[in-house]
Nanobody, 111 residues
């Protein structure tokens, strides 16, 4: 069993920064891909960024140049935040045929 716990969400003003972290635990945890997804009110969950075991990264067009994903604790550095980035952010781990999710952390971008 794999457990993912996100942290680092909160309220930030437009143009500000936040760093989200995802702590993972589990027996022989060796994910193929880890990533961040988000879900805004009334919208479907969408991909934000992913990173593979070989550190290949992928970003949604809406966050390219502003967000950075890294493997160490699988953090998501979010810069130049916009109100439209407001959402619950979820950490995801793909391990073989299984997909695991954290409980989510709320990011609110507002003045």
């Amino acid at each position: 069993q794999v457990h993912l716990v996100e942290s680092g969400g909160g309220l930030v003003q437009p143009g500000g920064s936040l760093r989200l972290s995802c702590a993972a635990s589990g027996n022989s945890f060796s994910p193929n891909v880890m990533g961040w997804y988000r879900q805004a009110p009334g919208k479907e969950r969408e991909l934000v960024a992913t990173i593979t075991s070989s550190t290949s990264t992928k970003y949604a067009d809406s966050v390219k140049g502003r967000f950075t994903i890294a493997k160490n604790t699988v953090y998501l550095q979010m810069n130049s935040l916009k109100p439209e980035d407001t959402a619950v952010y979820y950490c995801n781990a793909a391990v073989g045929i299984y997909s695991y999710w954290g409980q989510g952390t709320l990011v609110t971008v507002s003045s």
